[in-house]
């Protein structure tokens, strides 16, 4: 969430004359130790919107935006006003990439012309109604980006305006190559055979049907989920502020180009083709590279009847630091929105986090960081925000403690434990924070650590594994295990305790018997 863009005054100890930027467009003068720059091109610099001169009474009041009616080419024309969100009046929420910071697409607020960005304008010019006045909350327009209180206070209220909006509008962009009424064909279709589909499985895990030979083969051919995995590729998804804005949605509505496809049925068909037809993902070149899983992370958690039929009983259960951590890979301009963003999101998932979102200058990102493990150790009682942690020698430095985990990283894909695994970590453990960032634990000295390797990188082959392993074995290191027990430990190690299936217990009695 950006500031407008402010001229400042510039001090200068002697007199010069140097062209700017090419971009500027500008020239910069300095007379007697003052300076100044003169703009040839000031649409840049414009004056600030003018919903800052409404100021919001005390309590749960928002800024509304009434978008006048209009033809494609007709300037943008809007005026504001306060709204108390525990008494609304019906208005729709706009989720969409705010892109550059540069002001230079008129818009007529309350009959004086303002500024906003090339993103804002082509958003706005999406979502007018040809014919009747259009209710929005925008967050860049409604949200007085300039008063840092008021900023931290209105992200706290952003849960409950995406929730209590009639609709969230989810602006995509543009549809260049015209895949937006293929994927609204494609949903439409897959949609109304999941749902078919739970209706017959009922209510219980898994019980999906799955797709013969023959019926998986004629699904890949048709070549829409080409264009639906286009559409998941848009700049729209890598942001981290839409999983907020689309999961608390209670009626969500997607705009790509001139097509509409309804949130909901999205989901449904994303989440029926991951389960019953991944192979999409690789004939249409999606790889792992496809839209962020805590779409449909929240989407089960908000819909566990609905989906319990594609799911295991094991896969549904939800925690919410995976939110932080699948977040490390999406885009945020503030690196402190890696936690506020998803404030009202642990909210919905039972976490009141007490954490007041500050943009101050003195509030660094580590530092915000720092107060969510200190809230998340203190709130649920364990020290599963360890398995998060991810840091490199710089990351370290300055005293930051290696308890808290960086989520401005994105060193590692997967946190090293899995709620479907069983654990060896007893559940009377109750860890404390004192000081502002000592972590106290209790524990048993149980082995000492007397070998290690280099750092395994997320492209390790088992030819690496095996490699290590022979270091392992050629060193003839003293060990307490006998010789049948360190390929079980070499592997409980690389795998940290953690196991899946019911073949584990069996082998590890026959392993151990030798």
């Not at 006048?68 to 108390?84: F, H, R, V, Y």
């Not at 007085?144 to 008021?150: A, G, I, S, V, Y």
């Amino acid at each position: 969430m950006q500031s407008p863009l402010q001229l400042r005054c510039i001090q200068a100890r002697k007199t010069k004359s140097v062209s700017a930027r090419p971009i500027l467009k500008s020239t910069y003068h300095s007379y007697a130790g003052a300076a100044f720059l003169e703009f040839k091109n000031p649409l840049i610099f414009r004056h600030p919107l003018r919903t800052l001169e409404i100021p919001l009474p005390e309590g749960n009041f928002i800024r509304l935006m009434i978008l006048e009616p209009g033809e494609d080419g007709d300037a943008l024309s809007c005026t504001m006003k306060t709204m108390n969100l525990d008494n609304p009046v019906p208005y729709e929420a706009v989720s969409y990439v705010w892109g550059s910071t540069h002001r230079d697409h008129p818009i007529k607020v309350a009959g004086q012309t303002t500024y906003i960005t090339t993103n804002l304008d082509s958003t706005l010019r999406r979502v007018r109604s040809r014919s009747r006045p259009r209710t929005l909350w925008v967050d860049s327009v409604c949200i007085n980006q300039d008063d840092l209180p008021e900023r931290g206070s209105q992200v706290l209220q952003m849960g409950k305006v995406y929730g209590k909006a009639k609709k969230v509008l989810m602006y995509l962009g543009e549809d260049g190559n015209s895949h937006g009424e293929a994927v609204k064909s494609l949903v439409s279709e897959i949609e109304d055979m999941v749902l078919e589909g739970i209706r017959g499985a009922g209510e219980s895990w898994n019980s999906f049907p799955t797709l013969n030979s023959d019926d998986r083969e004629r699904f890949l051919a048709d070549t829409r989920w080409n264009s639906l995995i286009v559409m998941t590729h848009q700049p729209w998804f890598t942001r981290g502020w839409v999983i907020q804005e689309s999961s608390l949605a209670a009626d969500g509505l997607m705009l790509w180009g001139s097509s509409e496809i309804p949130w909901r049925a999205f989901l449904r068909t994303y989440t029926w083709m991951i389960r019953r037809l991944p192979h999409v993902r690789v004939k249409y070149g999606d790889g792992n590279h496809g839209m962020n899983r805590l779409h449909l992370e929240l989407y089960r958690m908000h819909s566990q009847t609905e989906t319990m039929p594609l799911y295991t009983k094991q896969a549904s259960e939800f925690d919410f630091l995976i939110i932080p951590h699948d977040a490390r890979a999406l885009s945020v301009k503030d690196q402190r929105d890696r936690v506020h963003a998803f404030l009202s999101v642990a909210s919905a998932a039972g976490l009141e986090l007490r954490i007041w979102p500050d943009y101050s200058d003195g509030k660094k990102p580590q530092d915000v960081y720092l107060d969510m493990a200190r809230e998340y150790i203190n709130i649920t009682g364990n020290v599963n925000i360890l398995h998060c942690v991810q840091h490199t020698d710089d990351s370290l430095c300055d005293g930051f403690p290696s308890w808290v985990p960086r989520w401005d990283l994105n060193l590692f894909d997967n946190i090293i434990t899995h709620t479907s695994a069983p654990t060896l970590i007893p559940a009377d453990v109750r860890p404390s924070v004192s000081g502002s960032n000592v972590l106290n634990v209790k524990g048993v000295i149980f082995d000492e650590v007397i070998f290690t390797s280099e750092p395994l990188s997320r492209d390790v082959s088992i030819y690496d594994l095996k490699r290590i392993w022979d270091r392992v074995s050629d060193a003839h290191i003293t060990s307490a295990y006998k010789s049948t027990y360190k390929a079980l430990a070499f592997s409980q190690i690389l795998s940290v305790g953690r196991s899946w299936g019911a073949e584990w217990p069996e082998w590890t009695i026959r392993s151990t018997k030798g």
